[in-house]
């Protein structure tokens, strides 16, 4: 019998894992945005003594418009000068360093989230493990149980799973997916972050080749076979060429891989190269909604908690020990780089393009890569989990 006292609530360390996921999200825009003003102000210090005053006045409206958004400050009010130019840019400048570390302590902290979530979960899966295994000879009740909001993650594309020998095929593909996220793809941005503090002081060339090289050394086509991709059509989502992608995963799932050029206009290229999780399929669920499956029978679940106790492992090796100490690591040098860059008297171009180049590769790991592979994987989970307790309880 599936004994529920066995069981701790993981809502709230589930729970704890969306909000810490909504402040990566927010603090890695922000920090874009922050750079994204930064270029305009400097822009706009250029033009300064270059243009009459009503073309100037006119040119600055614009930028301080979007540099104030949000605030209440009049861009109108703003009297401009060499002076207040070069302040406005030094505010900036300490504005998008302390960004930077609050982007890194979010990566850090949903990390650790989900760890906790993810160990929580692996317990009350060898719960179900444990009953599954008390519960040889008898029989389901019901041919089918209901999931719950949760059904959503139980998809392919938009194929329903319900055949449990399949179920076990397509988590054992997410299983591979997360553990070469943890691993190859990882590394090489922990690396990133050891060359933007050891390159201090040598911006230029010699940092943007060390970050792209970062990138570029992760070996690409051993990442294509572990995850199966295939290369897309022109017409594919992104609408550009060099398009690669895994066929769709557990979860409503798939894995993209983007070339491009490093230097494309962006976020100094990394948006435009590496990996990105996004929806197979375009879909819209209702949270309130439910929906049956077909009742798994004792023997034909053999197999599947190990699955995703093993998913779960995953995603904490991910998060805890030699992981765990590269974070610790990448705050330092980061916190470090920001102490000696705040000190700058004058900020260069190559000042930014290293911190463009920087978070955008941790962000390519943390916020477009693991990131939504992660909760996915955590959500799959659940639903796993749900699918099988519900079918636990109608054996007698």
């Excluded at 990996?275 to 049956?292: A, C, H, K, M, Y």
């Amino acid at each position: 019998m599936y004994d529920e006292t066995d069981v701790v609530s993981d809502d709230s360390y589930v729970e704890d894992v969306v909000l810490a996921e909504n402040r990566l999200v927010e603090s890695f825009e922000s920090l874009q945005r922050l750079m994204d003003n930064y270029t305009a102000l400097s822009g706009l210090a250029e033009l300064h003594g270059k243009l009459d005053s009503e073309s100037f006045e006119a040119s600055a409206n614009a930028v301080m418009s979007a540099v104030l958004a949000g605030t209440d400050i009049d861009p109108a009010d703003i009297v401009y000068s060499p002076e207040s130019l070069s302040t406005l840019l030094k505010n900036a400048w300490k504005a998008i360093l302390e960004a930077l570390k609050n982007f890194v302590k979010d990566v850090i902290k949903f990390m650790e989230n989900l760890d906790i979530a993810a160990l929580w979960l692996s317990r009350r899966m060898r719960v179900v493990e444990r009953a599954r295994a008390a519960s040889r000879g008898k029989l389901p009740t019901s041919s089918t149980v209901e999931i719950g909001r949760m059904y959503r993650y139980l998809r392919v594309g938009r194929v329903y799973i319900e055949d449990p020998i399949r179920l076990q095929r397509e988590l054992d593909k997410l299983y591979n997916a997360v553990k070469t996220v943890n691993t190859t793809y990882f590394e090489s941005i922990s690396q990133a972050t050891t060359r933007l503090h050891s390159a201090r002081g040598k911006y230029g060339k010699e940092l943007d080749d060390a970050l792209v090289n970062c990138v570029l050394s992760i070996p690409w086509e051993v990442i294509d076979r572990t995850f199966g991709m295939n290369a897309l059509s022109g017409t594919n989502k992104f609408g550009r060429p060099g398009v690669r992608g895994t066929d769709p995963l557990l979860g409503g799932i798939t894995i993209y891989r983007l070339d491009g050029k490093l230097g494309d206009r962006g976020t100094a290229g990394f948006r435009y190269h590496g990996i990105i999780t996004e929806d197979s399929t375009e879909e819209v669920f209702n949270i309130l909604e439910s929906r049956e499956f077909k009742t798994i029978q004792a023997p034909d679940m053999a197999g599947i908690p190990d699955l995703v106790i093993k998913i779960l492992e995953g995603i904490s090796s991910g998060t805890q020990k030699s992981a765990q100490e590269k974070m610790k690591r990448m705050m330092t040098n980061v916190e470090s780089f920001i102490k000696q860059a705040s000190t700058d008297e004058k900020i260069t171009e190559s000042d930014m393009k290293a911190i463009r180049r920087f978070s955008s590769a941790l962000s390519y790991w943390s916020h477009s890569a693991s990131r939504r592979l992660y909760s996915t994987s955590m959500g799959v989970s659940r639903a796993v989990l749900t699918y099988c307790e519900k079918s636990i309880k109608t054996y007698r």
